[in-house]
């Protein structure tokens, strides 16, 4: 049951960092590009929360399945679990992408009556490209993750192991 619980925090920890980091990676390039200049006021407080929830259920979902077999702890397999990870990250990527622009095609077929024909061409290119997108992300999220398990663990572990010896100290 504790190990359960620890795999969802982990879970979503790394969902929820991945999430924010691409969020503030993507706004930051499209605010200095100029793109953003129009766009932010039409857009609305209601729908940007509810686009970063869907993303947010959506990468949260993905995470915890692509860290369903031992969790960022199978780094420790070296390179192979490294390698595990990544094409994890990858496929979960892959998921994300193309089930997030399902989601915003199909709202934005609802809201604006496009026909049936157009939306059919748009998911059939569109998800291609978003899965191919999305999983070249994931990937790269793995590794990142990857570098902040292993700093953590470097940081941590000098604390973790005097607190450890204390503990023996206090018991004899």
């Given at each position: 049951?504790?190990e359960a619980a620890a795999g969802r925090f982990e879970a979503w920890v790394v969902s929820s960092?991945?999430?924010?980091?691409?969020?503030?990676?993507?706004?930051?390039?499209?605010?200095?590009?100029?793109?953003?200049?129009?766009?932010?006021?039409?857009?609305?407080?209601?729908?940007?929360?509810?686009?970063?929830?869907?993303?947010?259920?959506?990468?949260?979902?993905?995470?915890?399945?692509?860290?369903?077999?031992?969790?960022?702890?199978?780094?420790?397999?070296?390179l192979r679990g490294l390698w595990r990870l990544v094409l994890r990250g990858f496929a979960a990527?892959a998921l994300i992408g193309a089930a997030f622009l399902l989601g915003v095609v199909l709202v934005?077929?609802?809201?604006?009556?496009?026909?049936?024909?157009?939306?059919?061409?748009?998911?059939?290119?569109?998800?291609?490209?978003?899965?191919?997108?999305?999983?070249?992300?994931?990937?790269?999220?793995?590794?990142?993750?990857?570098?902040?398990?292993?700093?953590?663990?470097?940081?941590?572990?000098?604390?973790?192991?005097?607190?450890?010896?204390?503990?023996?100290?206090?018991?004899?």
């Open positions: 049951m504790a960092f991945n999430l924010v980091a691409l969020s503030l990676v993507g706004l930051v390039a499209a605010h200095a590009s100029g793109a953003l200049e129009g766009e932010l006021a039409n857009f609305g407080t209601l729908p940007g929360v509810a686009v970063f929830a869907y993303l947010w259920l959506l990468t949260a979902a993905a995470t915890r399945r692509a860290l369903a077999d031992g969790g960022l702890a199978d780094l420790r397999n070296g990527g934005g077929a609802v809201l604006n009556g496009a026909p049936l024909l157009s939306l059919a061409f748009i998911a059939l290119i569109g998800v291609a490209a978003a899965s191919v997108v999305g999983g070249v992300i994931g990937g790269l999220s793995v590794v990142l993750d990857a570098g902040c398990y292993w700093a953590a663990g470097r940081l941590v572990g000098p604390w973790a192991k005097s607190a450890v010896s204390a503990d023996a100290s206090d018991a004899e």
